[in-house]
């Protein structure tokens, strides 16, 4: 079922080059981060990435929990 796990330094590593564009094109990333409709229905998931609010703050991830995860 594959899995994925990372030290704290890697997040950093992997935040910075998506914020900074060394990772990915500013354009990619914009979709990767965006709601992505499946057919009639809106959702908070883009290409990867589940988005939210926390506190007032927007704030993206995935947790892993869907099958076929791990």
Known sequence: DGG???SVADLLKIGTALADGTLL?????ERMLS???IGP???????GVK???Y???PC???SGGYKGTG
């Not at 094109?25 to 990333?29: E, H, Q, V």
């Not at 229905?41 to 290409?47: C, E, N, P, R, S």
Request: aromatic share 8%.
């Open 4 to 6: 994925l796990s990372a």
């Open 35 to 37: 709601p992505t409709p």
């Open 25 to 29: 094109p500013a354009s990619a990333l």
């Open 51 to 53: 988005s939210g609010n």
């Open 55 to 57: 506190h007032g703050q």
């Open 41 to 47: 229905i809106a959702i908070d998931y883009g290409l």
């Open 60 to 62: 993206w991830g995935h």
